[in-house]
């Protein structure tokens, strides 16, 4: 039941109340209606800025995918948001964190899958594996990639040579690696730790919340865990200036990502990761939703 669930997110999120523009509980919100691009199908970007901005001040910038889901229940297919504006508000209310602002980049829902999932480990597979990865299929019987190819890297160039500087141009950011940041659940953790190893020198920390480490929806003779894996051993990012945050439930979809998130954790070790600047968090019978993540995005926020 929950993958068809997921497989309906997948399909309309990004259609699903397009006109409109969530509302914040503070602060304001921008969007960038089809921002078009060289390298993906346009999509919409939203830019919550937080209450009092002004160009006088500089402010840190967090990416943030599956920008649709970010802001206002009212406005999501499922009426489930992460409520980042009301997250971020109540922390810098407390000094707990600097002034931040969020850009939303939204899915385009047919091609999430492809846009998110890393080509490079995608890449290091075999011919039949590949062809397998392709043929994979949901609960349903849907296809997890449908006609498209992975485009991972191109979604990178996207968010780095396209809408990073765009970013930058129009607002008023600290654009340095130090306060940039990405961030994003599911797919969208797999595609932050993707953004941070392929390009350590633009981003300075990422928070991948319930990273779908399966990267299909069964682990049966599924090889792409380990592809993740030897990819992470070989392209980490220094742990003397960046910061990664990983959490995962224990329930739904969840429940496929403990024993892998510990592989995982234990290669961060052998890169010398510490409490410094690597987290884990375990949150058990915490399901795969965006009422989960909102519940802890307070967390990596402090971390990062």
Known sequence: MYLRLLAFLLLFTCTYAAGQLPQVSSGRLQRHENFASRYVSPRHVDVGLPGGYNQSKKYSVLYMHDGQMLFDSAATWNKQA?????????????????????????????????DYFPQKPFDSLTAEEKERIYAAARNNGAAVFGEQKINSANYLRFLVWELKPFIDKTYSTRSGRKNTFVAGSSMGGLISIYALCEYPKVFGGGACLFTHWPGIFSMDNNPVPDAFFRYLQQHLPSPKKHRIYFDYGTATLDALYPPLQKRVDEIMKAKRFTALNWMTREFPGEEHSEVAWKKRLHIPLLFL
């Open 82 to 114: 992460w409520d980042a504006d009301d997250v971020i508000t109540g922390l810098k209310q407390q000094n707990k964190i600097q002034d931040v602002m969020v850009v939303g980049i939204w899915n385009s829902g047919t091609t999430r899958h492809s």
